[in-house]
Nanobody
Framework: QVQLVESGGGLVQAGNSLRLSCAAS????????MGWFRQAQGKEREIVAT????????YYADSVKGRFTISRDGAKNTLYLQMNSLKPEDTAVYYC???????????????WGQGTQVTVSS
């Protein structure tokens, strides 16, 4: 498996920016897709953005399209999420996760980080 550690969360005012990082270790050669998810208090976890580790192709949820950018640094085995124009509704715990090569589905995330809190005040 891949071990994941998120960082970069914090408290910001609406309209400001944050950059989250997710450092991967272990079987990093097995990474196929990485994604950012979030879970607000009392709500279900939702997907935010994903990236194909080798091709760099990306997907964004409609709620963050145009404001968030997912990227990766293969040499550092690190995933990023640049979040601009933050809104109070972006408040949540953000998690990164991995789909390994050979998974039956591109949605089979089997490694998860511990999460980092993002709080956006109005």
């Amino acid at each position: 498996q891949v071990q994941l550690v998120e960082s970069g969360g914090g408290l910001v005012q609406a309209g400001n920016s944050l950059r989250l990082s997710c450092a991967a270790s272990g079987r990093t050669f097995s990474i196929w897709i990485m994604g950012w998810f979030r879970q607000a208090q009392g709500k279900e976890r939702e997907i935010v953005a994903t990236i194909n580790w080798s091709s760099g192709s990306t997907y964004y949820a409609d709620s963050v399209k145009g404001r968030f950018t997912i990227s990766r640094d293969g040499a550092k085995n690190t995933l990023y999420l640049q979040m601009n124009s933050l809104k109070p509704e972006d408040t949540a715990v953000y998690y990164c996760a991995v789909v390994p090569r050979g998974a039956a589905s591109s949605r089979d995330y089997d490694s998860w980080g511990q999460g980092t809190q993002v709080t956006v005040s109005s």
